[in-house]
């Protein structure tokens, strides 16, 4: 049971840190219905950039935790949008209205570039950095080891509830949210209405590319680790669970995320660590073939 | 690393010339200033790990470097190629070229024809060479038999290194355990990646577009975890080695007197082992080619290129999706099974690493330069891809940067590749060309 606990806490904040990746591929997804297949990389990059403020920040001496995580934090996020906001401007506007498959090979592309450009600018060995959280708060001690939660997860689930809410205000309440909508339901109509449908659709690709800098920056804190190539598993398993909780769905996203998270820990901690990854691959061939609409997703109606 | 500058909404209609100067001198700054916040702390300051803990270096000079021909480089395009109207880079491909089957697709056609023949026994041609050749045909292989898939079908394949490690492995398996020979194994190589091409290819038949490209990438990536994961049976990351090499019907490319030197009574030279693969490969790759060019002429293959130009109508008129999903699936999966072979004959060692997502990236983006559909496409492509990455060998880093790059730039320039109009297969009366932009290929 202790075991089973700490695999659900571990499976949360893994859920966590893919469910706020995942929000950056359905968005994309709803309202220009392509796979922004380089937005793994982006996740990555931003974890470099957060890695990089960081290391700025202790050289300046400002080692005041929370200050210096709402720095690394805004200074991710920024960095993080002016990449996805580059990348939508140079590999897929040119594309819009081109044949179907042009966008996700120009997106593979880009994948490529930006893993090969953090490798080349930054080295390909893997970054680790002491931990900055220690303590946490222990629930429940067993006889063979305590169940315990530690401060950066309850920061990384609480950022995530607290994120969640405020971009699902934002597409449900705010003219940007109904711009959004209207896009992802008729462009022409959208833009004969009045909405530049240009400038929604590049600042979808900054919300999700800011989100993806926070997961970035608690992967960085989480983990400790990173190195050039963590976008590409992250993205594929983000995916995952943007396509299970129904691809065009901000609580699906997060559901989907959560799932994955679990899904993930349990298999590792219950089965064996070197096929998690096959489990959740799986798990998205399965989910497309049986339930391509995910679990909260629209129907797809077939336009002839 | 120079960004891809973003064609300005003004690509497509040029302002006026009187402010044609400082119109693209803003712009040129603005990219700079964009160049500037993507690249400056990125690029400035490189992490680097010491025993002591991370510390950061300071290399500034890149960031200016960048930024400096993300300007340049902006300046002058908006000032030359973006200036004319109407202007694309589209004029600096040769006419010949964008129509396939014209006269000079055909005269490229046969001297890279000769030339492969010919190879190795051109004048200064050396084991480099030779070895370099053979890379391309697979590679060319490879392609041809993606072409087939995502070329003719229509269905983007991001899993087909899955195959090719299909048939590497099912060589050296069935080597390794029943004691086979290559030309025993290289039939089994080609049914069993047919077979797994159905068993990959029967749950993704209702999947279209880009959801299937994410299902056959995370197929691809099952299949190496497993190899990588399953010591037992595949030698795990350690692969497996000592892979017996092919014989010359029956002779054995060795110095003893039953060997094929001493049959022919030729002196003994490891250059004929090379020449003979050279020629193996030369041989399978064409066997591609006029299959899947035969097969372009028969049912099977108008079926596969109508359900690429449209699923729905071929489904109203009676074409079994399923029927035509699975055999494009299937014989493409095929003939990456027999480059598989191949490779890990010629190899004689093989491992899950070689058989990783970028190499699928790489042979989609052979497939996709070229211009789907178009064989001769592909073939240059291979060649001028897989020579580059050789000829820029110093450059290794790079190559990769670059090779992303160009996936980006052609899409943007010529998204149906280099060679990208078609002759149709089936016509009334005379054969008209199809240029690129008339063919809604990919909603399959």
Same mark, same amino acid.
């Given at each position: 049971?202790?075991?089973?606990?700490?695999?659900?806490?571990?499976?949360?904040?893994?859920?966590?840190?893919?469910?706020?990746?995942?929000?950056?591929?359905?968005?994309?997804?709803?309202?220009?219905?392509?796979?922004?297949?380089?937005? @793994?990389?982006?996740?990555?990059?931003?974890?470099?950039?957060?890695?990089?403020?960081?290391?700025?920040?202790?050289?300046?001496?400002?080692?005041?935790?929370?200050?210096?995580?709402?720095?690394?934090?805004?200074?991710?996020?920024?960095?993080?949008?002016?990449?996805? !906001?580059?990348?939508?401007?140079?590999?897929?506007?040119?594309?819009?209205?081109?044949?179907?498959?042009?966008?996700?090979?120009?997106?593979?592309?880009?994948?490529?570039?930006?893993?090969?450009?953090?490798?080349?600018?930054?080295?390909?060995?893997?970054?680790?950095?002491?931990?900055?959280?220690?303590?946490?708060?222990?629930?429940?001690?067993?006889?063979?080891?305590?169940?315990?939660?530690?401060?950066?997860?309850?920061?990384?689930?609480?950022?995530?509830?607290?994120?969640?809410?405020?971009?699902?205000?934002?597409?449900?309440?705010?003219?940007?949210?109904?711009?959004?909508?209207?896009?992802?339901?008729?462009?022409?109509?959208?833009?004969?209405? @009045?909405?530049?449908?240009?400038?929604?659709?590049?600042?979808?690709?900054?919300?999700?590319?800011?989100?993806?800098?926070?997961?970035?920056?608690?992967?960085?804190?989480?983990? @400790?680790?990173?190195?050039?190539?963590?976008?590409?598993?992250?993205?594929?398993?983000?995916?995952?669970?943007?396509?299970?909780?129904?691809?065009?769905?901000?609580?699906?996203?997060?559901?989907?995320?959560?799932?994955?998270?679990?899904?993930?820990?349990? !298999?590792?901690?219950?089965?064996?660590?070197?096929?998690?990854?096959?489990?959740?691959?799986?798990?998205?061939?399965?989910?497309?073939?049986?339930?391509?609409?995910?679990?909260? @997703?629209?129907?797809?109606?077939?336009?002839? | 690393?120079?960004?891809?500058?973003?064609?300005?909404?003004?690509?497509?209609?040029?302002?006026?010339?009187?402010?044609?100067?400082?119109?693209?001198?803003?712009?040129?700054?603005?990219?700079?200033?964009?160049?500037?916040?993507?690249?400056?702390?990125?690029?400035?300051?490189?992490?680097?790990?010491?025993?002591?803990?991370?510390?950061?270096?300071?290399? *500034?000079?890149?960031?200016? *470097?960048?930024?400096?021909?993300?300007?340049?480089?902006?300046?002058?395009?908006?000032?030359?190629? *973006?200036?004319?109207?109407?202007?694309?880079?589209?004029?600096?491909?040769?006419?010949?070229?964008?129509?396939?089957?014209?006269?000079?697709?055909?005269?490229?056609?046969?001297?890279?024809?000769?030339?492969?023949?010919?190879?190795?026994?051109?004048?200064?041609?050396?084991?480099?060479?030779?070895?370099?050749?053979?890379?391309?045909?697979?590679?060319?292989?490879?392609?041809?038999?993606?072409?087939?898939?995502?070329?003719?079908?229509?269905?983007?394949?991001?899993?087909?290194?899955?195959?090719?490690?299909?048939?590497?492995?099912?060589?050296?398996?069935?080597?390794?355990?029943?004691?086979?020979?290559?030309?025993?194994?290289?039939?089994?190589?080609?049914?069993?990646?047919?077979?797994?091409?159905?068993?990959?290819?029967?749950?993704?038949?209702?999947?279209?577009?880009?959801? =299937?490209?994410?299902?056959?990438?995370?197929?691809?990536?099952?299949?190496?975890?497993?190899?990588?994961? *399953?010591?037992?049976?595949?030698?795990?990351?350690?692969?497996?080695?000592?892979?017996?090499?092919?014989?010359?019907?029956?002779?054995?490319?060795?110095?003893?007197?039953?060997?094929?030197?001493?049959?022919?009574?030729?002196?003994?030279?490891?250059?004929?082992?090379?020449?003979? =693969?050279?020629?193996?490969?030369?041989?399978?790759?064409?066997?591609?080619?006029?299959?899947?060019?035969?097969?372009?002429?028969?049912?099977?293959?108008?079926?596969?290129?109508?359900?690429?130009?449209?699923?729905?109508?071929?489904?109203?008129?009676?074409?079994?999706?399923?029927?035509?999903?699975?055999?494009?699936?299937?014989?493409?999966?095929?003939?990456?099974?027999?480059?598989?072979?191949?490779?890990?004959?010629?190899?004689?060692?093989?491992?899950?690493?070689?058989?990783?997502?970028?190499?699928?990236?790489?042979?989609?983006?052979?497939?996709?330069?070229?211009?789907?559909?178009?064989? =001769?496409?592909?073939?240059?492509?291979?060649?001028?891809?897989?020579?580059?990455?050789?000829?820029?060998?110093?450059?290794?880093?790079?190559?990769?940067?670059?090779?992303?790059?160009?996936?980006? =730039?052609?899409?943007?320039?010529?998204?149906?590749?280099?060679?990208?109009?078609?002759?149709?297969?089936?016509?009334?009366?005379?054969?008209?060309?199809?240029?690129?932009?008339?063919?809604?290929?990919?909603?399959?």
């Amino acid at each position: 049971m202790d075991y089973f606990l700490q695999q659900l806490i571990n499976g949360l904040t893994l859920g966590s840190i893919y469910g706020l990746i995942a929000i950056g591929y359905t968005m994309v997804y709803g309202i220009i219905g392509m796979i922004n297949f380089a937005h @793994g990389d982006v996740f990555m990059v931003s974890a470099f950039a957060a890695l990089i403020a960081f290391l700025v920040l202790l050289a300046v001496g400002i080692t005041a935790v929370p200050l210096a995580l709402v720095l690394v934090l805004i200074f991710a996020m920024l960095i993080s949008s002016l990449y996805g !906001w580059t990348v939508e401007r140079v590999a897929y506007r040119p594309l819009r209205g081109s044949f179907r498959l042009a966008p996700l090979i120009s997106a593979i592309g880009m994948s490529i570039v930006l893993q090969n450009y953090i490798q080349i600018v930054q080295g390909a060995r893997v970054k680790a950095i002491q931990p900055v959280f220690t303590g946490g708060i222990t629930l429940h001690e067993g006889e063979l080891f305590d169940v315990r939660i530690s401060t950066i997860q309850i920061l990384i689930i609480v950022t995530t509830i607290v994120l969640m809410t405020v971009f699902s205000l934002i597409v449900a309440k705010t003219s940007l949210g109904r711009a959004q909508r209207s896009c992802e339901q008729d462009q022409k109509m959208a833009a004969l209405l @009045g909405i530049d449908v240009d400038r929604t659709i590049s600042l979808t690709f900054v919300m999700g590319a800011a989100l993806a800098a926070v997961a970035g920056t608690m992967y960085l804190m989480y983990y @400790g680790v990173i190195d050039f190539f963590i976008g590409f598993i992250a993205g594929v398993k983000a995916f995952t669970a943007a396509v299970l909780g129904g691809i065009g769905s901000l609580p699906g996203a997060m559901l989907g995320g959560l799932l994955i998270g679990l899904i993930e820990a349990f !298999w590792a901690g219950y089965f064996s660590s070197e096929y998690k990854d096959v489990a959740v691959f799986a798990i998205l061939a399965i989910v497309l073939i049986f339930l391509p609409t995910g679990l909260l @997703g629209k129907p797809e109606v077939e336009k002839v | 690393m120079t960004a891809t500058p973003a064609k300005p909404a003004s690509a497509v209609a040029p302002p006026a010339p009187a402010h044609d100067l400082a119109h693209a001198f803003k712009d040129a700054l603005f990219s700079a200033l964009l160049a500037l916040g993507l690249f400056g702390v990125i690029m400035g300051l490189k992490t680097e790990q010491e025993p002591t803990g991370l510390i950061l270096e300071q290399h *500034w000079e890149r960031v200016l *470097w960048a930024v400096g021909i993300v300007f340049v480089g902006r300046l002058v395009l908006n000032l030359t190629i *973006w200036r004319r109207p109407g202007g694309k880079l589209d004029d600096l491909m040769p006419k010949g070229l964008q129509k396939y089957g014209g006269s000079t697709g055909t005269a490229i056609g046969v001297i890279l024809i000769a030339v492969a023949l010919t190879l190795p026994f051109l004048p200064g041609a050396e084991r480099y060479h030779v070895d370099l050749g053979t890379l391309v045909l697979t590679y060319v292989m490879l392609g041809w038999g993606l072409n087939i898939v995502v070329g003719l079908a229509g269905l983007l394949d991001l899993g087909y290194v899955a195959f090719y490690a299909v048939g590497a492995y099912s060589y050296a398996l069935l080597a390794s355990y029943f004691d086979l020979g290559f030309w025993a194994c290289l039939p089994l190589a080609f049914i069993l990646a047919c077979f797994w091409g159905i068993i990959l290819g029967f749950p993704v038949l209702r999947l279209r577009g880009d959801y =299937l490209a994410i299902v056959t990438l995370a197929f691809g990536e099952i299949i190496r975890v497993v190899l990588l994961n *399953w010591s037992e049976f595949t030698g795990g990351p350690n692969g497996i080695g000592q892979i017996p090499r092919p014989s010359f019907f029956g002779l054995e490319f060795s110095r003893g007197d039953d060997g094929f030197a001493a049959y022919f009574g030729l002196e003994f030279s490891s250059m004929h082992r090379i020449i003979f =693969l050279y020629y193996v490969i030369l041989v399978l790759a064409f066997v591609t080619h006029l299959v899947s060019v035969r097969l372009r002429k028969l049912p099977i293959g108008r079926a596969w290129e109508a359900m690429r130009e449209d699923e729905i109508a071929c489904r109203s008129l009676g074409l079994s999706i399923v029927r035509t999903k699975l055999t494009a699936f299937a014989i493409g999966a095929g003939f990456g099974g027999l480059a598989g072979a191949f490779f890990a004959t010629r190899q004689g060692f093989i491992s899950p690493e070689s058989f990783t997502f970028i190499e699928s990236a790489l042979i989609l983006a052979i497939v996709v330069l070229g211009g789907m559909g178009s064989q =001769l496409g592909v073939a240059i492509a291979a060649v001028v891809m897989i020579g580059g990455f050789e000829y820029f060998r110093e450059f290794e880093q790079y190559r990769m940067l670059v090779f992303g790059m160009m996936m980006v =730039l052609i899409m943007v320039w010529r998204p149906r590749g280099l060679v990208s109009s078609r002759a149709p297969s089936v016509y009334l009366k005379e054969r008209k060309k199809v240029g690129a932009d008339m063919v809604s290929q990919g909603h399959g």
